[in-house]
């Protein structure tokens, strides 16, 4: 049975990793990017990095995703790559440094996605053993249909693998989606309570959720222990977050 391994608090690291989890379409990436601002405004030291983003692997998935290639242990694998890149070049040393790290998706990502396109779930939680546990996780509650909803406000139409077509579900695109990311809520939910995620409702207005973020950061981190000494320039990769217009949601898609 998967042990799970000690947050990074826990294992004396004097930075905090905060991830945030949920389907697409959760409204999760606006949350963490108005968290970013927030903390960043209070002169905090902030790192942000975001699922599937490493420079190393980011060509090849998506030149395997645009010819429809992968299949779902390849997937696996590669994203456990861009992962394995991320958290060795960004995370640890920026947590060493004592920066507050943000990732939008985590390992739960993995844990869930490649579980539901057939991997067996010990291998997957086996190829991201070397991972330490966030300090805090949300996890973005949404409805499926509010999902689906959110993504086709923001584009015209769904994307092959977040629709899990590559899993013959359904020929129609819309139903597959339902029940691909339906299989993907049900390993959600199991996780909240193994891995104590803090749960929101999705459904409140964006201003709401994010006072709530706030005031739970503010009870389990310590922020006054972050601050800057002097004017630091803010790291590349915080400078290059993808803007996003508050208090809309963001139309997120399966990275």
């Known amino acids: 049975m998967y042990s799970p391994m000690k947050t990074f608090a826990e294992l004396g690291f004097p930075g905090r990793l905060i991830a945030v989890e949920g389907l697409d379409g ?16 209070q002169g905090l030291k902030v790192f942000f990095s975001e699922w599937n983003s490493s420079t190393l692997v980011k060509n090849a998935t998506s030149k395997g995703k645009k010819r429809e290639l992968l299949s779902p242990t390849t997937f696996s ?9 991320r958290y060795e070049r960004q995370l640890v040393p920026f947590l060493r440094a004592g920066y507050i790290v943000l990732c939008d998706r985590y390992i739960f990502t993995a844990f869930a996605r490649d579980t539901v396109r057939g991997c067996p779930p010990e291998w997957v939680r086996g190829i991201y053993s070397f ?28 994307k ?42 999705a459904n ?3 201003e709401i959720q994010q006072v709530l973020v706030r005031k739970l ?10 601050k800057r000494q002097g004017p630091l320039p803010l790291p590349p990769a915080v400078r290059k977050a993808k803007k996003v217009e508050p208090p809309e949601l963001v139309a997120e898609e399966e990275a």
Do not use: C
């Open 204 to 206: 409140q207005r964006a």
């Open 131 to 158: 991972a330490a546990l966030p300090d805090l996780v949300f996890f973005f509650k949404t409805p499926l249909e509010i999902s689906l909803q959110r993504i086709l406000d923001g584009r015209p139409k769904l």
């Open 160 to 201: 092959f693998f977040e629709a899990g077509m590559d899993l013959h579900l359904s020929t129609d695109i819309y139903e597959s989606f339902r029940i691909f990311q339906g299989r993907i809520l049900e390993q959600y939910l199991a996780m909240s309570r193994e891995f104590n995620f803090m749960v929101m409702d």
């Open 77 to 85: 694998l590669i994203h456990a790559t861009d992962f394995a890149d």
């Open 217 to 226: 950061v503010k009870e389990n981190i310590d922020l006054a222990g972050f």
């Open 26 to 41: 959760s409204g999760k990436s606006t949350q963490i990017y108005l968290l970013k601002r927030w903390l960043e405004l």
